[in-house]
């Protein structure tokens, strides 16, 4: 993807033909009118447009986009739609703005009214897990681009209905795909037709952390970039760029397979212990390195304002940027991979420390109070700690950074459609990264770990955790011709043995075979 079409606004279409793999589309269909048909049971009009963003899969790069590293998702076929009516009531300038924001599901989802004052935001209370949360976050985030375009403006009345089948806590990104949506659909009711996608992934980004969660940006770059038939390289340094990237025309085809544990890990649920707790130490173990280093950090894109990618740029400059002085560090000249790789060593010479850092050791290095170092780091998104183990979680960012440009490189490199070796060698740095994920970064689970046991068994090359972790799903690159023996092992040794009676429509949502998706559309 040419950095140019970063800036084309979302895709408008009319057949959803091209949104969803063959095999697909009947199921598809069937769905786009089943939500119709709700809304007009619901509202009593039709629809004016519906709003789609669709979940993804991670393939390599987990737990570094907000370090600001680069990361390569795809888009898959599961996704959020949200239809859309503007309502015929009064919406003047100084009136309050009515939302009824309803599902398709509401015996799990029960929908509720937002009322948004003129001039005001929706209220969103980040201590409850409530679904439309999701809503209101991207509500706000397309409120406040508009209000940047018109101070005077106010939002009209909306009628809304949701369907999502990207599983919770599955770690295929709902969360995001729903905000995504969310947000392309009050833009687009509020008269911006041509809404550009960096315009919607950057709001996006920032609409989610309102709800509770540090997150990075890869799951929003995703669902809205992503094209059809190819992975997505984004980086998030020093801007945020995506990229499609073909896949090679390999014999045997490549093919990813999502198996879910069904182990649920709701990331805004379990956050400060997990999740949010990876993102302070992250930021924590960029902030000693450089102050034990004498460096000055730069604020950037990172949730908190500083990243471990932050360090690193620190550390190779020619000057430092407060003094002006040369830093007299690291070689500005020094190939990035070499850079990653002197990272490496660097964090194993300052952050090495059995057990952790506490509170009061890392508040002593960086010379302020443990309340300060609460109040700075841990109370926008708090987190459950009292050991922070900072080398062990910027070694794994370090190495992960490494294994993403292996990967990318493989998957560009014209070779690689007669190189006999290209699939071992892509599912062999899935590996690694599965191993760094369980022993280093501690975010996989022992039916993650068993899941892909089964398929590497089984005959997968490369298999891995994806998404937060702590539960949800894997992703597994498999030779075409071992995708059945993959699967009945799984139901075999994994799925049958956890649940015995599971049904056959259970199975069938456990695994996917996955292609590459299409991103965001009206």
């Known amino acids: 993807m040419p950095a140019s079409t970063m800036d084309e606004p979302v895709p408008v279409t009319h057949s959803i033909d091209s949104l969803y793999p063959d095999a697909n589309i009947p199921t598809q269909k069937e769905r786009w009118q089943n939500l119709v048909t709700h809304f007009e049971e619901k509202y009593g009009k039709k629809p004016a447009f519906v709003a789609r963003s669709p979940g993804r899969v991670n393939l390599i790069g987990e737990h570094i986009d907000y370090s600001l590293y680069e990361v390569l998702p795809m888009a898959i076929a599961a996704d959020v739609l949200i239809a859309v009516a503007v309502s015929d009531e009064d919406d003047s300038k100084d009136t309050d703005a009515v939302i009824p924001i309803l599902n398709t599901n509401p015996h799990k989802h029960r929908g509720s009214e937002c009322t948004v004052p003129a001039k005001g935001l929706a209220d969103i209370d980040a201590t409850q897990h409530e679904w439309t949360n999701y809503f209101k976050a991207g509500f706000n985030g397309a409120v406040d681009l508009l209000r940047k375009e018109d101070p005077n403006f106010s939002p009209c009345n909306m009628e809304i209905l949701v369907d999502g089948n990207v599983p919770a806590g599955g770690g295929l990104s709902s969360s995001a795909a729903f905000v995504c949506a969310s947000a392309l659909a009050v833009l687009r009711a509020n008269g911006k037709e041509h809404v550009k996608k960096t315009e919607l992934v950057e709001l996006a980004i920032v609409s989610e952390r309102a709800v509770g969660v540090n997150s990075g940006g890869m799951d929003q770059s995703a669902s809205v970039f992503s094209v059809k038939g190819d992975a997505l390289s984004v980086s998030f340094s020093p801007t945020l760029h995506a990229e499609a990237i073909p896949f090679p025309k390999t014999e045997p085809p490549i093919t990813f397979m999502i198996a879910q544990s069904f182990v649920t890990s709701d990331k805004h649920v379990t956050a400060p212990r997990c999740y949010n707790l990876r993102v302070v130490e992250c930021t924590l173990a960029a902030e000693m390195m450089a102050r034990l280093l004498g460096l000055e950090l730069r604020d950037d894109s990172g949730p908190l304002g500083r990243s471990l990618r932050g360090f690193q740029h620190a550390y190779f400059s020619e000057t430092n940027p407060n003094t002006n002085r040369p830093t007299l560090v690291g070689d500005p000249k020094t190939p990035y991979g070499e850079q990653l790789r002197i990272m490496l060593s660097t964090v194993s010479d300052l952050l090495k420390k ?107 090359y490369g298999s891995r955790l994806t998404g937060a972790g702590w539960g949800g799903c894997t992703v597994h690159l498999v030779p075409k011709d071992k995708v059945d023996g993959v699967r009945n092992a799984w139901i075999e040794n994994y799925y049958r043995g956890r649940e015995p009676d599971i049904t056959k429509e259970k199975l069938e949502e456990a695994v996917i075979v996955s292609e590459p998706g299409q991103g965001s559309v009206v």
């Open 354 to 460: 059995k057990g952790g850092h506490t509170r009061d050791e890392i508040a002593g290095t960086l010379s302020m109070s443990v309340s300060a170092l609460e109040e700075k780091y841990m109370t926008k998104f708090p987190v459950d700690a009292t050991h922070f183990m900072l080398e062990s979680r910027a070694r794994h960012v370090f190495s992960e950074a490494l294994r993403v440009i292996a990967f990318k490189q493989l998957l560009q490199d014209p070779a690689s459609t007669s190189d006999p070796n290209l699939l071992p060698r892509l599912g062999a740095l899935m590996n690694e990264t599965q191993d760094s994920c369980r022993d280093i970064y501690n975010c996989s689970c022992s039916e993650i770990d068993q899941l892909c046991k089964i398929a590497r068994d089984a005959g997968a």
